[in-house]
């Protein structure tokens, strides 16, 4: 594996921290409970099994792009195929004999074909390593815990996972594979959202976060970088960039890491659907008015004063 990179500087002061820390500890308290916004992850908690509950919870994030309600439909015509016991139905998965359920499957522009190689890949990955955890670490020396930055240790899993033979689903033909997409690489720039909010479920342990996993520590994770955690991390000034990727996402952590160094990306949910909820006014005309931030926000880049209510009455 490559060597770990060293920390990115964050944009945010300590001053700017300590004043942004209580409003967003509120925040977080508000939506630190198991119904407090729609959701995959809820998909995700119906499972009791740990390992039914990791393989839901990679194809359910996997999935995650698009319209809420598009996602959970998609999600649910895949479960609908998975059964009672996902684990079981992907560890005995055959892409010649099984694959006719998969077929019309389709999510945006990702294909039957492409649902049929993810459950074929997922499929090695137990194979051979008997969990999806398990197999995360097999790049990574014992030595070495996944304790400073997922970056390499990310960027390895998607290499190993892409090298997978996949000639009995899409044939021997070269060119573009659609199960790429499931498996982005920082290294190559992408901001791996969707792997991202896997890793967050497994890691991190709350009323929202499952925490199966025990060998990756809480705060190596990267917040999972979407349209609604850009918006909002360039109103409350965690991030430079303008350009979503890898560099940003873990600017914006690392700025969060100045509130919580042992869980910086405790705020994702909070923020992800604080934005949802349409209440940020970064560069809309209502400004910050209806925002549970006002006060710690600039929603039109100038500083601006005011108080920071809580955003939901107990």
């Not at 594979?177 to 720039?189: I, L, S, T």
């Not at 926000?297 to 100038?302: N, V």
Request: proline share 8%.
């Amino acid at each position: 594996m490559s060597p770990r990179p060293a920390r990115t500087s964050s944009p945010l002061t300590a001053a700017n921290a300590r004043c942004l820390k209580p409003p967003l500890d509120r925040l977080y308290d508000t939506f630190n409970h198991a119904e407090s916004a729609v959701d995959p992850v809820h998909v995700v908690r119906r499972y009791t099994l740990p390992q039914d509950q990791e393989i839901v919870a990679f194809c359910a994030a996997a999935l995650a792009f698009g319209r809420v309600a598009s996602v959970l439909d998609s999600i649910e015509s895949l479960l609908a195929v998975l059964g009672p016991h996902p684990a079981s139905f992907v560890r005995a998965f055959d892409p010649v004999r099984d694959a006719e359920p998969l077929r019309p499957l389709v999510h945006r522009w990702i294909r039957g074909v492409d649902v049929i190689a993810l459950v074929t890949v997922l499929g090695q990955m137990l194979a051979n390593h008997g969990t999806i955890e398990t197999y995360f670490l097999a790049g990574q020396n014992a030595e070495d815990p996944v304790d400073t930055d997922v970056g390499p240790a990310l960027d390895d899993f998607c290499r190993r996972a892409r090298a997978i033979d996949l000639r009995e689903v899409y044939g021997y033909q070269g060119g573009r594979r659609g199960v790429d997409y499931f498996f982005p690489r920082p290294q190559g720039g992408s901001a791996c959202k969707r792997l991202n909010l896997f890793l967050r479920w497994m890691v991190r342990r709350d009323a929202v976060d499952l925490g199966l996993w025990s060998r990756v520590s809480p705060a190596a994770l990267v917040i999972p970088l979407d349209t609604h955690v850009i918006r909002i991390g360039q109103c409350l000034g965690l991030t430079r960039y303008r350009s979503p990727g890898w560099r940003m996402a873990r600017e914006i952590t690392e700025s969060l890491r100045r509130l919580d160094p042992d869980d910086p990306i405790r705020y994702d949910f909070s923020l992800c659907h604080l934005g949802m909820m349409d209440a940020c006014g970064f560069s809309r005309p209502q400004r910050d008015d209806q925002c549970p931030l006002r006060g710690v926000c600039r929603p039109t880049g100038r500083t601006r004063r005011g108080s920071a209510g809580p955003f939901v009455q107990p």
